[in-house]
């Protein structure tokens, strides 16, 4: 992939399936901070109990974002490589393994799966492995992000509870009510969309004028991944073949909202418009049970069209979830009661 501050590649295996997964963290040595805890001979800090402290560095978390349906975890790239900068300008933080990655989810980019019929079950678990496989290890706080389809993904993920020290969750631009509804409106949008192209130059180029992105840099990265030369003579088509993905689409949505608003961690809504609410979220936001954040300059591809923005969202949305670091300290005894003085009799 020739682009500026390409992310490193690797492929996960589960059975017989391979699941490309982009890791966008910056490349550095595994750093230690040794200032508050060099020592001489002479001075050696662990023989005073006084000074004797945690370490207050804290590990980064990481990031996995699942893209929606039709598309790859490239749409991501442009946000994924702010939030991996901003992770790694942020003071206190101890990099050390991964920080921010992205998957092709089966039947979609360079992901190789011998069944891939999109069952949101089959999604979920996906997600749930290779969260395991890539993580640093098991305290290591998650934060699971999804756009539209990978919406549903991540919030039937966190549902299962296989995923250990998941801190937040975030849903980009869909949520249950208005998604069903424009189902019944969904094939018709897929007869009207080019089944193919003459050139990738094309395919970016409509991709553009339709605004289904609006960011030309973005939509540069991650329309490749979108299609497939064949046929004769050759012609660019979409790898995802979405209306046979037709008999899932309401499983993916059904229930979303009732999910979302049972997670035990951090919940955030992304949109690009507050008209999206459903009149579920729209109690559950009025009791505070999640954060909504919106972009009113967006469109559907959030991701996309407002990188940076999303990317310091979901930073802040960490921030706010993180489990606190307690420092402990060499307990201080306590003053010696002062006893009164004795009372002389006359």
Request: with cysteine; proline share 6%.
């Amino acid at each position: 992939m020739n682009v500026s501050n390409a992310p490193t590649e690797r492929t996960v295996l589960i059975g017989e399936d391979a699941f490309r997964v982009y890791d966008w963290t910056p490349a550095v040595a595994a750093s230690t901070d040794t200032s508050n805890s060099a020592s001489t001979p002479d001075t050696d800090a662990s023989s005073n109990p006084a000074t004797q402290t945690t370490p207050t560095k804290k590990p980064p978390p990481l990031f996995v974002l699942h893209h929606g349906a039709g598309s790859s975890a490239l749409s991501f790239h442009l946000c994924a490589v702010r939030l991996a900068d901003l992770l790694a300008q942020d003071q206190g933080l101890n990099r050390v393994g991964p920080t921010v990655v992205a998957l092709d989810a089966r039947g979609h980019g360079a992901t190789v799966c011998k069944n891939e019929a999109l069952e949101l079950s089959h999604l979920s678990d996906d997600l749930i492995r290779v969260v395991e496989a890539v993580r640093r290890d098991a305290d290591q706080e998650i934060v699971l992000v999804g756009h539209s389809m990978g919406g549903a993904v991540v919030v039937d993920a966190c549902q299962k509870g296989a995923i250990k020290n998941i801190v937040g969750v975030g849903v980009i631009d869909v949520v249950e009510g208005t998604a069903i509804e424009s189902l019944a409106h969904m094939n018709s949008i897929l007869k009207a969309k080019p089944s193919k192209f003459r050139s990738v130059e094309d395919a970016i180029k409509w991709t553009l004028r339709s605004h289904l992105v609006q960011n030309k840099e973005s939509a540069q990265i991650s329309v490749p991944p979108l299609l497939v030369k064949k046929g004769e003579p050759p012609m660019y088509h979409w790898r995802t073949d979405l209306a046979a993905s037709e008999p899932h689409w309401r499983g993916w949505f059904d229930g979303l909202s009732a999910k979302f608003l049972q997670l035990k961690c951090g919940r955030q809504l992304l949109l690009a418009g507050t008209d999206r609410l459903d009149k579920e979220l729209m109690i559950g936001q009025m009791q505070g049970k999640f954060q909504v954040v919106v972009y009113p300059e967006s469109w559907h591809y959030v991701q996309e069209d407002v990188p940076g923005k999303l990317a310091l969202s979901l930073l802040e949305f960490w921030k706010r979830n993180q489990k606190l670091v307690i420092i402990k300290r060499f307990p201080i005894p306590a003053k010696p009661a002062v006893l009164p003085a004795s009372t002389a009799t006359v």
